[in-house]
Structures are given as structure tokens and as C-alpha cells.
């Protein structure tokens, strides 16, 4: 049973879904209106995958409380320049046993990890 959507809150869906598109580069799959207040975003990675859906409804998840999801690259280095020339704030690239990696948060400070994993197989023989 494969996750299917991760809700992610925000304050600003139109601010979250510009940052979401034009600096991770997701792709927007819906974006509808939810009634006369509410819009139903929901992203996708361009690779596919679980998807995301920027969220304003859930009293118990404010805005920013969301931490530590991650998304899978094969080059980490180009996609840490990427996303800096993209204007986001990332950490340097980190390296651990499980694989490398830089650390961003969307505007509203929901914070990402975008990560180039190591081979399962390759650690076993390290």
C-alpha cells in the first residue's frame, strides 16, 4: 500500500505552490477550489511518486510543523546548486552512512531534506 499524499500546511497556498513549482519543481497535478475560501494544491515530484498537498484546514498541523520529508536525487551536488540558484536557503551537503544531503524549509517553514541515498548493497560492504 504505497503512500499516496503527504498534507503539507501552510498559511499561503499561492506563495507555497510558486515556491513548490518554480524552486523544488514539483508538478501541480490539481489546483482547484475547495468552496469559497479553501484550494485543493496538490504536487507531485516530476519522476512521480507520493504526492503533496498544500494544506490550510488542519487546526492540529499549523503551518511549518511539518519537518524531515524527503525527496530522492541522483546528483546531489547539482541539485544543491540548483536550488540555491532557485533562490532557496539550503544547507551544505552533508554525508552520512544512508547518503548525502542539504536541508531547506518552504516559507512557511516546513522543512525538506533533499537527498542522494546510498545503495543499501553498498554499505553492506563498506
Known amino acids: 500500500m504505497p503512500i499516496a ?3 503539507v500546511p501552510v498559511t499561503d497556498v499561492a506563495r507555497a505552490r510558486t515556491f513548490y513549482v518554480e524552486t523544488l519543481g514539483l508538478v501541480v497535478l490539481r489546483d482547484e477550489a475547495m468552496g469559497p475560501d479553501m484550494r485543493w494544491v496538490q504536487l507531485q515530484p516530476k519522476d512521480s ?3 503533496v498537498a498544500l494544506v490550510t484546514w488542519f487546526d492540529a498541523m499549523p503551518p511549518g510543523s511539518v519537518q524531515g ?3 530522492a536525487v541522483d546528483d546531489i ?4 546548486a540548483r536550488l540555491a540558484a532557485a533562490g532557496a536557503t539550503v544547507s551544505p551537503v552533508d554525508e552520512q552512512p544512508w ?3 542539504t536541508m531547506l524549509q518552504d516559507p512557511d517553514g516546513n522543512g525538506w531534506i ?3 541515498l546510498t545503495n543499501p ?3 553492506k560492504t563498506r
Open 121 to 123: 548493497d553498498e554499505v
Open 49 to 51: 511518486g507520493a504526492t
Open 114 to 116: 533533499v537527498a542522494q
Open 77 to 80: 551536488d547539482a541539485e544543491h
Open 5 to 7: 499524499i503527504v498534507s
Open 99 to 101: 547518503g548525502r544531503f
Open 69 to 71: 520529508l524527503m525527496l
